[in-house]
């Protein structure tokens, strides 16, 4: 974000906030995807050290067998600080870089656990799983005045899901990398707005297949996305309320993508 504008992040309208508990949460406790509610729903519930009682993750619904994720795995995989080096990025830009620990166990962990509603190699259920659980369990929480401060995604995940957008796009963006997805993280800018999100590469998974499990799950099938190759990025932007949705309207931006040593211009 522009620093000067910390205070003008764009807050949507339909965010849905959590119903706060002051329960005290000491450990993660998945439930095994065999366990079924008694109206046959899949149940998932993942909760963390925090006074927030987090929502469970529950499939209410019968979904299609979600698609697998086929991409072009790069043959070189970079890590943080590979990437910080080659692009020499310092300063706010390289906290962010940092902030993406997906290697972190904490991290790993809950990711897996929480897509363990979904088994199997990466998939499209796994993607919505890590988007609608941070998604439901989000609360909105400004950065310090005059400075951008990322939280590592471990870091959120202790604190109970609370940060701003950047939090959000991290938190994404890391899950995914944990669980042998590829994400990337954009940041973008119109006017004096700053805002950031994440996207999964989608690969050569097939569209109509995509769009089938969407439209089951959400009820809406958009796929805002982009091309780049054999591969196309699909949208998980915190402002939109399920994966795929409409990007914010920005001006300009860059692009991170951490395991490809990626920076560019957002398109």
């Known amino acids: 974000m522009n620093r000067e504008q ?3 992040q764009i807050v949507p309208d339909n965010h849905r906030e959590p119903e706060v508990k002051h329960d005290t949460i000491y450990m993660i406790v998945p439930i095994p995807v065999e366990n079924k509610n008694e109206f046959g729903a899949k149940n ?22 979600p698609p697998k994720i086929e991409f072009s795995r790069p043959q070189n995989i970079y890590s943080r600080e590979e990437y910080i080096n080659y692009h020499e990025i310092t300063g706010e830009m390289k906290d962010l870089i940092i902030a993406c620990d997906y290697d ?11 897509v363990s509603i979904s088994p199997g190699t990466f998939n499209l259920g796994q993607i919505c799983d890590i988007f609608d659980f941070c ?13 951008d401060y990322y939280a590592k995604a471990s870091e959120t995940l202790k604190n ?11 938190l994404v963006c890391s899950m995914i990398l944990a669980i042998g997805g590829e994400s990337r993280i954009g940041f973008a800018y119109k006017d004096d707005d700053g805002h950031a999100f994440a996207e999964v590469n ?20 958009e796929l805002n996305h982009k091309e780049e ?34 920076y560019k211009e957002l398109e």
Not at 46 to 63: G, N, S, Y
Not at 135 to 147: G, H, M
Not at 160 to 170: H, K
Not at 213 to 218: G, K, M, N, P, V
């Open 6 to 8: 910390v205070q003008k």
């Open 44 to 65: 998932a519930e993942i909760v963390f050290p925090t006074t927030k009682k987090l929502k469970p993750l529950v499939h209410d619904k019968d979904l299609p067998s």
């Open 104 to 114: 972190n166990s904490t991290v790993r962990n809950n990711a897996v656990a929480l």
């Open 135 to 147: 998604y439901e369990n989000w609360s909105y929480v400004n950065d310090p005045i005059a400075r």
């Open 160 to 170: 109970g899901l609370n940060g701003d957008c950047d939090d959000f796009a991290i």
């Open 202 to 221: 989608i690969g050569r998974t097939s569209r109509e297949e995509v769009e089938k499990y969407l439209l089951a799950r959400y009820g809406n099938a």
């Open 229 to 262: 190759g054999e591969d196309w990025w699909l949208n998980l932007d915190w402002w939109g309320q399920y994966p795929g949705a409409k990007y914010w309207d920005y001006q300009k931006g860059t692009c991170f993508n951490i395991i490809r040593n990626i």
